[in-house]
């Protein structure tokens, strides 16, 4: 489990905080990697509207 939340939370540095392009990085589907981050208690705070 440790390994997983390591992964998610280099996936996000190497992204830029992109969920995207993280979940890109790590060859999984945006929910899944939703999925993940909720499971892992790792929550990114959504973009505000301009």
Excluded: T
């Excluded at 540095?13 to 993940?36: M, T």
């Amino acid at each position: 489990m440790q390994a997983e939340r390591n992964a998610l939370k280099i996936a996000l540095a190497e992204s830029g905080g992109s969920r995207i392009h993280a979940a890109r990085i790590l060859g999984i589907s945006k929910s899944s990697f939703y999925q993940k981050l909720a499971r892992h208690g790792l929550y990114v705070d959504a973009q505000p509207a301009v």
